[in-house]
Structures are given as C-alpha cells and as structure tokens.
C-alpha cells in the first residue's frame, strides 16, 4: 500500500511569513494527525482529525496554527505569521480508526516529513 | 512537557554488539510503543506492549513492559550497520489517552 504522502520536504521562510504543508493519508485511514518535532525531541501532536472533525487541537498554538481536512481525506497545515521556534519538521501521520494510534490493530503510519526554516 | 525520561540519550556501539536502552516515568504506563527513525523520514512502530511484564520480540529486536508499569527497556542483540537511527520510546498514562514520546536514543556505530 502507498504510505502516508506528505509535501513539500523542505520550505525556508523568514519569520512573520505564512507558509503550508499538504498531507495525503494511507487510503481507507480515518485518522489523520499532524506532529511537530523540533530537533532533539520527540514528536508532539498538533492536531488529530476523525474523518473530518477535530478530535483533540489542545496542543495547537490556534493563534498562528490552522488545520483542516476537508472531506476527510488530505489534510493542510498553516502557520501564519511564522516565528523563528516554529523551525521544526512537521510530520503527518494516519491511522486506521479512532483513538491515538497505539492500539495494535491501528497503529500510526507517518510520511517523511516537511522540514521546516524559519529565518 | 515531556513525562517520559529515555536513556541513554546517545550511544556508540561496534557491529556485532548488544544494545540495551530504557524509557522510565513516574507515572504509571498502560501502553508503551517503541518506534525507529532514520534521517529524512517518519518514526516507524518496531513493537507494541500492552501488558505489565509482557516480553515481545521483533528479530533481534526484545522490549518489556516493566512490571510497575513505570518503565520499559528495549534491547537489540548483534547489532548491524543498519540499526543507526534514533529509538522513541511512546506510551499513555491511565489518565489521559494521548500518546507521550521520549526525547530519543540515538545509535551510532563506531567506525
């Protein structure tokens, strides 16, 4: 199967730029969720979409952060203004059905990533 | 912030020897996932645990849920050049379904 496709790889803004991420997940996968992992760290949720609707945005930064998924499949990412700790890259992942994705029969499939610059 | 505490932060191995790495918190797990990534690309699930003192394997690869339910150790025998990457260690607490993730191991074979 096509794995989770995410772009674009890289992006260099400077700060106060707008900049967005596309994300296509696994085929038939109702659960979308976008990361950020900022270098050294593990990743952290963003955001995490059931089909369409928003489960959990507790950890989106919601004054520059804005996600949507649209009919339930792809999914884009916006920051808008951009500041210089948003330098981080952005993963997407998917899973088959609800919960957060550590459940053996729905694991999470993450894309490769966009990395991110903010100068 | 992060509630997951993984050690060793880096490690550097010759080919052929054995790894061991663990996650510990003070709060109490009810899942712990092991996850590999490599340069450029997403983590990739390499074991799930779900239950206090199951023992899993994956190849060469073995990780525990430790017994109090605070810990969980990973271990690779023979390692290869192909182990290098960074190892995340993931879980959920009782209280709050959202999965939490350590800082990383990161293996670097020794040249």
């Known amino acids: 199967e096509a794995g989770v496709a995410q772009s674009p790889r890289y992006k260099i803004i400077e700060k106060r730029q707008s900049v967005a991420f596309w994300c296509n997940p696994i085929?038939?996968?109702?659960?979308l969720y976008w990361y950020q992992q900022i270098l050294g760290q593990g990743p952290k949720l963003l955001i995490q979409f059931q089909n369409n609707g928003v489960v959990d945005d507790s950890q989106l930064p919601k004054d520059r952060f804005s996600a949507e998924r649209l009919k339930g499949v792809d999914s884009t990412l916006k920051i808008q203004p951009a500041k210089l700790e948003d330098s981080a890259v952005y993963l997407c992942?998917?899973?088959?059905?609800?919960?957060?994705?550590?459940?053996?029969?729905?694991?999470?499939?993450f894309g490769n990533g966009t990395r991110l610059t903010v100068t | 912030g992060q509630q997951l505490n993984q050690s060793p932060q880096s490690m550097f191995i010759q080919e052929g020897e054995d790894v061991s790495m663990n996650c510990t918190s003070s709060s109490i797990f009810n899942t712990w996932l092991w996850y590999k990534q490599e340069p450029g690309e997403g983590p990739v699930l390499l074991i799930a645990?779900?239950?206090a003192g199951e023992l899993t394997s994956n190849g060469r690869l073995t990780a525990q849920f430790g017994i109090t339910r605070k810990d969980s150790f990973l271990n690779i025998s023979a390692s290869i050049p192909s182990d290098v990457g960074i190892y995340f260690c993931a879980g959920t607490m009782d209280s709050n379904y959202q999965l939490i993730w350590g800082a990383g191991t990161k293996l670097i074979i020794k040249p």
């Open positions: 085929s038939g996968h109702a659960t």
């Open positions: 992942a998917s899973s088959l059905s609800g919960g957060g994705g550590f459940s053996h029969n729905s694991p999470l499939h």
């Open positions: 645990l779900y239950k």
